[in-house]
């Protein structure tokens, strides 16, 4: 059974960071595209940020500069450091796992970002 738990979010201040991180099982994990995306009330899911199993990395313009993502394959885990945190960027985040046809979800981490 694949499993992908995301942990890290939380209330922050504007400028303030945090990190999350998707911890998986049950999957190859080298062996998959992971990414980070969210959802904000009312809006539809949008890419934030993904990492091939080759490192490459791709960023939504709205991470690019603030954001970082990277993975650690033995843990088998990803991690999105975001700093420099905007009211904007409050939004449920998720945990994604994509081999060709194949893409699971975590249920979401909620991040929120106010004064």
């Known amino acids: 059974q694949v499993q992908l738990v995301e942990s890290g979010g939380g209330l922050v201040q504007p400028g303030g960071s945090l990190r999350l991180s998707c911890v998986t099982s049950?999957?190859?994990?080298?062996?998959?595209?992971m990414g980070w995306y969210r959802q904000a009330p009312g809006k539809t899911r949008e890419l934030v940020a993904a990492i091939t199993t080759g490192g490459t990395t791709t960023y939504a313009d709205s991470a690019k500069g603030r954001f970082t993502i990277s993975r650690d394959n033995a843990k088998k885990t990803v991690y999105l450091q975001m700093n420099s945190l905007k009211p904007e960027d409050t939004a449920v985040y998720y945990c994604n796992a994509r081999r060709f046809t194949m893409t699971y979800w975590g249920r979401g981490t909620q991040v929120t970002v106010s004064s």
């Open positions: 049950g999957l190859i994990f080298g062996a998959n595209t």
